[in-house]
T-cell receptor, first 115, second 111 residues
Framework: SAVISQKPSRDICQRGTSLTIQCQVDSQVTMMFWYRQQPGQSLTLIATANQGSEATYESGFVIDKFPISRPNLTFSTLTVSNMSPEDSSIYLC????????????FGPGTRLTVL | SQQGEEDPQALSIQEGENATMNCSYKTSINNLQWYRQNSGRGLVHLILIRSNEREKHSGRLRVTLDTSKKSSSLLITASRAADTASYFCATSGAGSYQLTFGKGTKLSVIP
């Protein structure tokens, strides 16, 4: 299995500002993903974080709003840019282990509230 | 989209009883996974069942998969108060590692 940590665990931000969320995995992983979970809802995939290249975004999500970096195999960041109250959600990163990408392990999530 | 749909949306049972949650999906899958989420925290992976498997056990968990009906069930036996959480199924298609999540079942186990 893998242990995934996220920072910050929660934050309260003002409209128009940006927040960068960090995700660190304790194992060598191949795939890393970012999800959004709006209040009372299920998880929606934002993008696949690719090492050393641009992330692959799902329909409805764009790089200008959610820039993602993945400088190495075990670390990724997601920035939520120019925030509005509609961005209030839990943001979760997940990873699939090298050699066994079927199972995804999730971080504890970052609870974001935008005022 | 192969988004899963869980039912029931909410389930309340007494401690010691069994809890059954169902998941349906729309398209062919490579595997189906069940996750637990405690009160807005991160997801904990419970069990993975592949498309060529019909049943799998892990401790008090039993998962079945019926690909002809595009459905899966999660049974938790002898439930405990600590099982109180939301349970999600998630599917991935052939050649894809991306997960598509269902809406979840909120389970409450009353001591």
């Amino acid at each position: 299995s893998a242990v995934i940590s996220q920072k910050p665990s929660r934050d309260i931000c003002q409209r128009g500002t940006s927040l960068t969320i960090q995700c660190q995995v304790d194992s060598q992983v191949t795939m890393m993903f970012w999800y959004r979970q709006q209040p009372g809802q299920s998880l929606t995939l934002i993008a696949t974080a690719n090492q050393g290249s641009e992330a692959t975004y799902e329909s409805g999500f764009v790089i200008d709003k959610f820039p993602i970096s993945r400088p190495n195999l075990t670390f990724s960041t997601l920035t939520v840019s120019n925030m509005s109250p509609e961005d209030s959600s839990i943001y979760l990163c997940s990873a699939g282990l090298a050699g066994s990408t079927d199972t995804q392990y999730f971080g504890p999530g970052t609870r974001l509230t935008v005022l | 989209s192969q988004q899963g749909e869980e039912d029931p949306q909410a389930l309340s049972i007494q401690e010691g009883e069994n809890a059954t949650m169902n998941c349906s999906y729309k398209t062919s899958i490579n595997n189906l996974q069940w996750y637990r989420q405690n009160s807005g925290r991160g997801l904990v992976h419970l069990i993975l069942i592949r498309s060529n498997e019909r049943e799998k056990h892990s401790g008090r968990l039993r998962v079945t998969l019926d690909t002809s009906k595009k459905s899966s069930s999660l049974l938790i036996t002898a439930s405990r108060a600590a099982d109180t959480a939301s349970y999600f199924c998630a599917t991935s298609g052939a050649g894809s590692y991306q997960l598509t999540f269902g809406k979840g079942t909120k389970l409450s186990v009353i001591p």
